[in-house]
Every structure is written in structure tokens, then in C-alpha cells.
Nanobody, 123 residues
Framework: QVQLVESGGGLVQPGGSLRLSCAAS????????MAWYRQGPGNERELVAN???????NYADSVKGRFTISRDNAKNTVYLQMNSLKPEDTAVYYC?????????????????WGQGTQVTVSS
């Protein structure tokens, strides 16, 4: 009923930039907070950044000042602009969102995940 699809991952050199996108589709009535998580090799999944429906943001200390999260509510899309990338940023990045389905599909809130997109920072 609801899908999140990430795009924009790839291989980039240290110091480079990358922009991730995540588009939500399906039986969507409204979307509350959207977020980006990541999981690097041998590490636990961690919150990178989140953004409320009104545009308020939070960032992990490790990315603050380098990454910027934004959203386009008309397109049901959240973005993550990543600058000054470091090898330790290498991870699978996952999109997450709290979404309410349309009344015909129950009109209930749920938490949804994207499939993930690989970001590799290496020289």
C-alpha cells in the first residue's frame, strides 16, 4: 500500500558530495516525520537526520555541518545532501517515514522503510 524508494547512492571520493532522494508512493493520506538512517560495515543502524512535516530538523553529531536534510511535501520526497564526505560515511542509507494511509485503506498510521541505497566513500 505504501512504498519508499531511495536513489542517488554511489561511489564518491573523500571530500566529494552526493545527493540522496527518497520518494514515497501509494495510498498516502499524509506524511509526518521523515528520516535517513545508515548502517556501515560492522556497525549498528544509526539515525543520520530527520525532518518534521513543518521542516524542523535534527542531525547526528557526526554529520552536523556536512549533511542537510530537506523535503518536498508536494512530491512526497525527502532529500539528503551530503558534502565533505569521509570514508566513515560509507554505509547503506535507508529512508524512513511515518505515513497515514487514505481512509479507504484504513486511515491508520504506520512506519515504513525504503530498500536502502549504498554510499561508498573511497579514494
Amino acid at each position: 500500500q505504501v512504498q519508499l524508494v531511495e536513489s542517488g547512492g554511489g561511489l564518491v571520493q573523500p571530500g566529494g558530495s552526493l545527493r540522496l532522494s527518497c520518494a514515497a508512493s501509494g495510498n498516502i493520506f499524509s506524511i509526518n516525520t521523515m528520516a535517513w538512517y545508515r548502517q556501515g560495515p560492522g556497525n549498528e543502524r544509526e539515525l543520520v537526520a530527520n525532518i518534521t512535516s513543518a521542516g524542523g530538523t535534527n542531525y547526528a553529531d557526526s554529520v552536523k555541518g556536512r549533511f542537510t536534510i530537506s523535503r518536498d511535501n508536494a512530491k512526497n520526497t525527502v532529500y539528503l545532501q551530503m558534502n565533505s564526505l569521509k570514508p566513515e560515511d560509507t554505509a547503506v542509507y535507508y529512508c524512513n517515514a511515518n505515513i497515514k494511509t487514505t481512509p479507504l485503506y484504513g486511515g491508520s498510521w504506520g512506519n515504513y522503510w525504503g530498500q536502502g541505497t549504498q554510499v561508498t566513500v573511497s579514494s
